[in-house]
């Protein structure tokens, strides 16, 4: 059957037709059409910013038949529409603010109608060009909290739950990770690339056991761990952050989560904490140490966040009689260890595998080199010694160690 893409020229006509009957025709119907722009910049998806003459905004995001980055040679289902679309409308139900308004969901064209973004500025993008907006990493520890909460058993009933889970089966996404993330990196894969001088690190990950062993852990947890309906990809990209004049973020959102399941939990921990890693990389790389030092600090700033509003949402689990405080101590406690093993593996992906991060593959060669290096050296530390003290402090010292010995210049 043939896909029906759409087109800049066809988004009036189509826009016009979906705000009939919407509940949000005054969202869709905006009236005189002054620009559309595709601007997609993802691995996947066609995304457009439509704006009126008044100001006002929409963004269409279409998701092809096809893994973008690779082409039709690669086809996925366009259904991670469908699932980007209801996981943001429970996810703004669990945490409101923090995801993008949905408008509309179009299931015969896979196109979801959002909220317009251009205010804010994908977190990646700021970092990378040294701007940090105080707050973003709280609210993500914050995000995940509450959907780790209000997603799982301890806020929805079992019949629910049930039903739930069924319907964010993600089978074709999540078959992405576990080989983009869990098996690529440590097998010879043709999707798998490195600078030639990189080509010892990445042979030294591959014959490290003890490291594949964590690793197979990890894959096995993510495969079966089906906790709460998790984002799926959050890294730094998947976050959009508007800064006021103080420098502190007005609003935060996680979006585009095509990727989100029942997973685990640590997973989103782990995916901001590698991503932190890879962006303090890129700045010791560029000799900018104080601007790493800061990467590292998010870290923290996430972990605290988690744990205090998991905290504060604890008194309000629906059956206390099992799941007592000592089970929630044991719980972070549990996370926070498979916090370490996710990131190792995000880290470690981000280089070798497909896709990577523009946080390094922007540096020129010889300085990518050495940021590359630490980025897997980091990742191959750290699931080795999550076991001796998993505080983040610790993760944060080590990443200070490992990145600065690494970085050539
Ligand atoms: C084929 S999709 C490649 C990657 O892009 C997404 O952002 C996910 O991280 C996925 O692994
Ligand atoms: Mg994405």
């Not at 080795?384 to 990145?403: G, H, T």
């Amino acid at each position: 059957m043939k896909y029906n893409i759409l087109t800049v020229d066809e988004i009036p006509a189509y826009l016009a037709l979906r705000a009939e009957d919407s509940p949000y025709s005054e969202r869709l119907n905006i009236g005189e059409i002054d620009s559309i722009e595709e601007v997609g910049d993802g691995n996947l998806n066609l995304v457009f910013i439509v704006r009126a003459v008044s100001g006002v905004g929409v963004v269409l995001k279409q998701s092809l038949p096809y893994v973008r980055l690779v082409g039709p040679d690669w086809p996925m289902t366009p259904e991670r529409a469908r699932i980007e679309a209801t996981t943001t409308k429970l996810h703004a139900e669990v945490a409101p603010g923090l995801v993008p308004v949905i408008y509309d969901f179009n299931p015969e064209r896979y196109i979801i109608a959002m909220e317009d973004l251009s205010d804010h500025v994908v977190w990646r993008t700021a970092l990378n060009a040294g701007d940090h907006p105080t707050g973003v990493a709280a609210a993500m520890g914050m995000y995940i909290a509450k959907v780790a909460f209000g997603t799982s058993l301890f806020a929805v009933d079992t019949v629910e739950l049930a039903l739930r889970k069924e319907r964010a089966q993600n089978p074709d996404l999540c078959s992405i990770s576990e080989d983009l993330v869990f098996t690529e990196p440590y097998v010879d894969s043709d999707r798998n690339s490195c600078l030639e001088s990189n080509e010892p690190d990445v042979h030294a990950i591959a014959n490290d056991s003890e490291l594949k062993l964590e690793m197979a852990q990890a894959k096995w947890i993510f495969m079966t761990h089906a906790e709460a309906l998790i984002h799926g990809d959050l890294h730094t990209g998947s976050v959009m952050a508007k800064t006021g004049s103080t420098g502190v973020a007005e609003s935060s959102k996680a979006f585009d989560s095509e990727f989100a399941f029942y997973g685990p939990v640590a997973f989103d921990l782990g995916a901001l904490w590698a991503n932190y890693s890879i962006a303090a990389s890129r700045a010791y790389a560029l000799g900018e140490d104080v601007r790493a030092e800061k990467c590292l600090r998010l870290t923290e700033e996430t972990w605290v966040a988690f744990d205090a509003e998991f905290r504060r949402l604890w008194p309000e689990r629906t059956d206390k009689r099992m799941y007592s405080d000592s089970f929630l101590d044991s719980l972070l406690s549990k996370w926070r260890e498979e916090t370490w093993l996710f990131a190792s593996a995000k880290m470690i992906r981000r280089i070798i595998g497909l896709a990577k991060t523009s946080d390094i593959e922007t540096l020129e060669p010889r300085l990518r080199e050495g940021a590359a290096r630490g980025v897997l050296q980091l990742g191959q530390a750290a699931t080795k010694s999550r076991k001796d003290d998993s505080n983040p402090r610790a993760f944060v010292d080590l990443a200070q160690a490992v990145l600065t010995r690494a970085r050539t210049n």
